[in-house]
């Protein structure tokens, strides 16, 4: 560290600095003494300028802060970086004060999710290389919680990128190839191309992509990473690479945001990339859905009935209600094929849920209360937050269909974020503990939020991980 590197302490929520003689110069600290007489000290971080090249932050430390709360500071920390003109930052550990393991380690993380941006189509970037380092004899970040985060961090990245696409890169041929290089962390890697789902009867999951001249796909991904054969708990995502509506078409102003209908199985690739850099001590499956919902002379028609995996048959009311026909067919695979114990599904799948809930909670419906519970646990530790939805028989019957067993929607209207998930749990067919998170107002992000910048939030990858480290490892 040089003289004129700028730093990073740690005060107590009144800004005292006795205590931060050791670490500056006499005349930074009567400097910063003065200043601060002046300063709002409400604020969790001041920062004071000693000279062109130098900056010295204090990050105000609550008492009882949590671990979220240190992300936090992290994520305001953000705002602070100069990237243009200051690329030196020295956190000093010996000024935390505070018993939560893996402080310093937590701080560099929501400074690392906040920064995330999308630019790889622009001509002009931002260059954003700095380094942040930690200093200081006491309270490090052991090599595990390091390999802990940067894991967390790779997979929520890989989410992000993957939502962020556009639909004419991201379509689901070439979906399918990203994620088949994720062989190389171990995981293993099943791709069903459409002869094979045709031969496996998916067709619920096929009429969506029907329209479209890229292919359709249902992938499997496994991380055994349990010392047994012990069965796996599974994640299934929608992967809708865009969603026009079909003929069943949307307006303009509600298509443009489609390129996002993927962030489900986004979020379940993420999070076994994630499992698979840390190694996680657990069998896990994970299975996408990816089709594109397309308009042309052989896509699906409003009225046409289709046969699912399940078997089961279903009259497709309306081809805009898509996403439940992709997790039809992969619920009832994932179940048979797996015997998971139970089964976490992640959608885009109704603007409904938009109305309900804004971009504050994601809706959760189960089955099952104890997978509830750990499941609303999780999302409050991590600020990934769930609001939990009722499923009741008296929704069910509101799909019934005159001419097949079902109907892709509600005859009378209301309630579509519950009936849509009433849909889904026609598919669960041995009553596996089973929950569904509609992510449609968590998913992307118009003006950012506690840790990240705006755009993709890779909303589930964190909760998801920390349902499986808490309960299940
Ligand atoms: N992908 C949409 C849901 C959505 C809407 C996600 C807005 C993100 C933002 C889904 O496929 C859909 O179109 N749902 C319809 C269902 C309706 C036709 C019963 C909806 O919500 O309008
Ligand atoms: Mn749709
Ligand atoms: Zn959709």
Redesign the pocket.
Known sequence: MKASSNLILFVDEKFNIGSLKKYISNSEFSYISDLLKNSDLKKDLLSFDINSKKTIFLVSVKKDVKFSDIENLGAKFHRHINYDKKKDYFVNTDTINSNIENFAGYFLHGIKLKSYEFNIYKSKKNKKNISINLIGNKNKVSGYSQLRFKAIEEGSFFARDLVSEPGNILHPDEYARRITSLKKFGLKINVYDQKKLKKLGMNALLGVGQGSIRGSYLVTIEWNGAKNNSNPIAFVGKG?CF?T?GY?L?PAK?ME??T??MAGSATVVGLMKNLAIRKAKINVVGVVGLVE?MVSGNAQRPGDIVKSYSGKTIEIL?T????RLVLADALTYTEKKFKPKFIVDLA?????I?VSLGSEYAGLFSNNDKLAKQLLDAGDKVQEKLWRMPLHKNFDKLIDSKNADMQN??YVGGA?STT?AQFLQRFILNKTPWAHLDI??M?FSKYGGALNSGGATSYGVRLLNKLIEDDYE
């Open positions: 809708v969603d509506g069943s949307k509600f945001d489609m996002y209908d919902n309306n805009d209600a898509e996403g885009t799948l109704t603007g409904a938009i929607i509600n579509g849509a449609a107002g998913a």
